[in-house]
């Protein structure tokens, strides 16, 4: 689906100039370059499903700067730092409501939100000493955005987020909510064990931090967005975000339009390896533990040497949240989501990067997996 697609949707050639297909090691390889000019890396390589993975791109082996020291940039995406990561094979867009539902189907699995709250994963996030709820307030469910019908303080992400009873990737949005016409959207309300246990099933794997990111990048050292450095080139919004030009966030009232959402996984333009979305639309799970102070530390290491391959902290560490521990276990989100606007998150940025509670299902979130395979030949 997702491969055919991507053949559907070549790269848009402004001001003229040639698309070039090869075939290569048992890749599709497609590239575009102006008239007059030679081919510029990097080149899009799509694994054909029988020699290399299907409905994955090739992200080859590279060293980049990670993170950022421009003026968007948060604390927690500073210093930018040289890494190397190795090649692997990455999915082209997000797994989508289809997919995951196969995998429901063939396996039987119950995902985190099906599930009644477990109290022991629940009281880490906490203040110490918080008493355990009665079981009629732990029942099956999770966080959705709902929205405000008025403009409000930006200080308190609760006035637009409520857990819901009965929320789960099948009904996103809660009881009432379903999935009719959005086969090919990202699959959210998944938790990081839920992206654990179909990464398991399909015989791939969550990215590392340095992974997602280099192949975010698609080859662009420090642009500020996955496809250069303009918000919206010639006046064309390159990936799903909330445009708060257009309404207030997180005004939801009839006159704004309404609740916004995912759209179609592919929806916009790929970038240099071929890969879609990796902003905007729905936030994605990695494999790394999240440290609010991990690329300074990384930096320190990254003075002496290039950084090889990093995996990422032993533990985790977030101290921008009162109330709850700071060692509270947290994975790390990249990528941003519908959500993200000028005025609240940008984090449609390819170093923005965010924690999550992995067993804190949200209807913004979801996931995309990358595969070690033979390179192309």
């Known amino acids: 689906m997702a491969f055919t697609r991507t053949l559907r949707r070549k790269l848009l050639l402004a001001g003229g100039g040639a698309l070039g297909v090869l075939v290569a090691g048992g890749a599709l390889a497609w590239f575009a370059w102006p008239a007059e000019q030679t081919p510029a890396e990097p080149v899009v390589i799509l694994g054909d499903g029988v020699n290399t993975p299907k409905d994955m791109a090739w992200v080859p082996s590279g060293v980049f700067l990670m993170g950022s020291d421009s003026k968007m940039a948060q604390a927690n995406e500073r210093p930018a730092h ?5 090649g692997f094979w990455m999915d082209l867009t997000h797994v989508t409501n289809d997919e995951f539902a196969r995998f429901v189907k063939e396996t039987g699995y119950v995902t985190t939100a099906e599930k009644k709250p477990d109290w022991d994963t629940v009281r880490v996030q906490l203040p110490p000493g918080t008493p355990r709820p009665p079981d009629d307030v732990l029942v099956p469910g999770a966080m959705v955005f709902v929205g405000t019908q008025v403009p409000v303080s930006l200080e308190n992400y609760m006035q637009w987020w409520r857990y819901r009873p009965g929320a789960d990737w099948r009904h996103p949005q809660g009881p009432g909510s379903s999935l009719e016409g959005k086969g090919d959207h990202p699959v959210v309300q998944i938790s990081y064990a839920d992206a654990q246990a179909y990464a398991k099933w399909a015989g791939k794997r969550l990215p590392t931090e340095a992974e997602w990111e280099f192949a975010a990048r698609g080859g662009l050292e420090q642009a500020t967005y996955v496809w250069g450095d303009d918000l919206a080139p010639d006046g064309k919004q390159q990936a799903n ?11 939801v009232s009839p006159k704004a339009g309404g609740a916004t959402g995912t759209v179609p996984a592919g929806t916009f333009p790929p970038n240099g390896y071929g890969l879609y979305d990796m902003t905007g639309n729905a936030w994605q799970w990695v494999a790394d533990w999240y440290r609010a102070d991990y690329f300074a530390m990384q930096a320190k290491a990254a003075a002496k040497a290039t950084i090889d391959n990093p995996k990422g902290p032993t533990q985790s560490y977030d101290p921008s949240e009162p109330g709850v521990p700071v060692n509270a276990p947290k994975r790390v989100i990249r990528g941003g989501s519908f959500l993200c606007n000028e005025s609240y998150c940008l984090s449609y940025r390819p ?6 509670d992995p067993y804190s299902p949200m209807s913004h979130l979801g996931f995309r997996l990358v595969k070690d395979a033979p390179a192309p030949g």
């Open 82 to 86: 040289s890494v190397k990561v190795h």
């Open 241 to 251: 975000y909330w445009d708060s030009k257009e309404r207030s966030f997180p005004v």
């Open 351 to 356: 170093s923005a990067r965010r924690a999550a």
